[in-house]
């Protein structure tokens, strides 16, 4: 028998099964995974053989796999074709802000009178000046919604105010008002991951729906946070008995707050958490500021108004700064991005490289930013289609080369541990929790995930068995297998890598 198919054989007896047998048996009686000891040529061979799963044949791969310590490519297919990369447009999106901001940038948010104390009175107006900080919600404070805005109402009395005699104003003018990006779907527009962009944002720009079950028949009990009186929701969903399936579905009206919940929750389910985005991020960060603000003993006598209704254009010359703000740094933001996938996270530093570099909070200026930055680096993108900052557009076409570019370059960079921990842990966290626990590519593996419909993607870095470090990036278009499938030859693959020895 020929050597060729000996690497065949080995490959697809070592890189699928295994995965399936991990899965099935119990942990203590999983034998020490194999080591693939050979050369690069017959570890070729075997990638080769992983790829071509029947089920993946009526579809196309790219790939790219490079050693960093040698400059070798260990494998490629496709490498220099355009490919729909899903999320992991991200890797562009992240290290270009990482390498243009820094990664001790942070966001600001300003606070402005408009006009002055009369004894605990404040006799003007209130403003709110973004920058496109994300991070306004829980997500840095133990999942507390109001704690930043509980903060800034305690900082207000501690400046004396227990009233506001005038309105809240937002200036989300940093930003532009095209909140969603350009290709996505229409479908999308209600679901958390296609959240809208906005200069001031809160809490993601959605609203959190919690289920629980009641009698079966019987709608379940729905709860929102934050609650206030800004989103609507209709719940026509339904307890169902325990032997059924908990399924819902949200459901936003087109440019309105109206959300509709359909669906069903088992009685034995424990409490259901979903999402629906909202309509206009300022008026929502404005209406939730002025809840917490009233619940905290300062009246607010006016309204929530965005400074684009104004009819005249805020004085900041004549205003009084109160106090600024700062968000987390651009290190732990890109962690969001990359170990949970958040497109919204991803828009928001886009566009903050237009604001930042180009003086205009667009995607198209963003990505000019985003695009140039790499180029000045080294990542070849001159015929790269990118029009979002976090590969949710099915009109984004990247290469597995220009992929591992941005892996290598970023690889060589002074920030690449940040880069690095930015990126989901194989078998530990983010979206990689699940994925090759038991496997040489646990807890060594880090990658970027991928995933829009028949779009599935796997990039990062891997150590083989000899400590060689080493950069991939694994893409699939147009197939019709379930995405598991897809997910099994990858993952297989990235095992390969790191249970190889050289000879």
Known sequence: MCIGNTVR??????????????????RDTIPEPAWFVGSIAQLDSAIEATLDAPELRDGFQGVVIRSLETGETIHERNAEKLF??????????????????????????????SGELDGTILRGDLIVKGYGDPTISGRFHEGDIDAIFESWADSLVELGVDEIAGNLVGDDNAFDDRGLGT?????????????????????????????????VGAPPELTLDPDVDYVV???????VPRDSTTAVVVNRERGSNLVTVYGSVKESAKRLTTYATVTNPTQYFLVALKSILERKGIAVTGYAIDADDLDDPIGYEEARLLFIHYSPTVAEIVKVVNKSSQNFYAEQLLKTLGFEFAGEGAAKAGVETATAR?????????????????????????????????????????????????????????????????????????????????????????????????????????????YAMVDKVQDAVVDLLASFKRK
């Open 84 to 113: 729909m990369p899903a999320s992991n447009l991200k890797l562009f999106t992240t290290s270009a802000a990482l390498l243009a901001l820094g990664p001790d940038y942070r966001y600001r948010t300003e606070l402005y009178a």
């Open 183 to 215: 290709g996505w779907q229409w479908d999308y527009e209600s679901l958390w991951y296609a959240a809208p962009s906005g200069a001031l944002s809160f809490n993601d720009n959605c609203v959190e729906i919690l289920l629980e079950p009641t009698e």
């Open 9 to 26: 054989k080995f490959a697809l007896l070592f890189a699928l099964p295994a995965i399936v047998f991990a899965q099935e048996e119990p």
């Open 374 to 482: 790499l180029r000045e680096n080294g990542v070849p993108l001159e015929n790269a289609i990118i029009v979002d900052g976090s590969g949710l557009s099915r009109l984004n076409f990247v290469s597995p080369e220009q992929i591992v570019a941005v892996l290598v370059r970023m690889y060589s960079s002074n920030v690449f541990q940040e880069f690095y921990n930015s990126l989901p842990v194989a078998g530990v966290d983010g979206t990689m929790a699940s994925r090759l626990k038991r496997s040489r590519a646990g807890d060594n593996a880090r990658a970027k995930t991928g995933y829009v419909l028949a779009a599935r993607a796997l990039s990062g870095y891997v150590h083989t068995g000899d400590g060689e470090p080493v950069a991939f990036a694994l893409v699939a278009n147009n197939y019709s297998a379930p």
């Open 233 to 239: 929701v209709n719940n026509r969903a339904t307890t």
